[in-house]
């Protein structure tokens, strides 16, 4: 079983949409939790960290349930810039990340 | 403050031969990561280090070896590559987060790398 487990997609919205991507992840042990962004044949890049009272950042809104260890992105009013690849990852103790294979998202005109 | 810059951003090896990846950061991390991704699949961790002179093995370390012999680099080596090693690989660092848990990883553009 993955570690991290994510929707590949790929989600096709028009702009304005609002959009929910799910992560779910096997170790309840798990400590840290973040969503990254990743453009086309780019490196991965923090989008926001994951808390456990729920976090919003704008647009975005992430929310973790550590007892169904879950954990969801939530992309209000899409934009065309928000097209890429959103990565779920989750880390153990201080020196161990794992990666969902990561969702697709295509905002389009 | 150029953050993680990794050497070269693209290369081209023949079964066998070795290459090293250079990993450099001005951001005074403790801690710095290899990962490797592959098409339809997450990163994966290679090799990781906590601090100079340290490093231990990630998911998928066979086929690699690494240093850290100061602070600001890590070194990836390929010392017989395999058409399997065809891979972008990614280098990143972080601090050394408080309570035991990792802060924000900061990642490297790349390096492209087919093994023929």
């Known amino acids: 079983r993955k570690e991290v487990e994510q929707d590949p997609g790929p989600f096709n919205v028009p702009e304005g949409a609002t959009v929910a991507f799910n992560c779910t992840y096997s170790n309840s042990a798990s400590q840290s939790f973040f969503w990254y962004r990743q453009d086309c044949r780019k490196e991965p890049k923090l989008l926001m960290s994951v808390y456990s009272s729920g976090n919003e950042d704008g647009r975005f809104t992430a929310q973790l349930n550590r007892a169904s260890q879950y954990i969801s992105l939530l992309i209000r009013d899409s934009k065309l810039s928000d097209s890429a690849t959103y990565l779920c990852v989750v880390g153990h103790n201080f020196n161990k990340f794992y990666f969902g294979s990561g969702t697709k998202l295509n905002v389009k005109p | 403050n150029a953050g993680v810059t990794q050497t070269p951003k693209f290369r081209v090896l023949k079964t066998g031969q070795s290459m090293t990846l250079l990993c450099a950061q001005d951001?005074?991390?403790?801690?710095m990561y290899w990962y490797r991704q592959d098409p339809g699949m997450g990163l994966r961790l290679i090799h990781y280090s906590v601090g100079e002179g340290t490093t231990a093995k990630g998911e998928v370390p066979d086929g690699y070896n690494v240093s850290r012999l100061k602070k600001q680099n890590f070194l990836l080596g390929l010392e017989s590559a395999a058409p399997s090693q065809t891979s972008v690989y990614f280098c990143?660092?972080?601090?050394?987060?408080?309570?035991?848990?990792?802060?924000?990883?900061?990642f490297g553009p790349g390096t492209r790398l087919t093994v023929l």
């Open positions: 990143a660092s972080s601090y050394s987060g408080t309570s035991g848990s990792a802060d924000t990883q900061y």
């Open positions: 951001m005074n991390h403790e801690y």
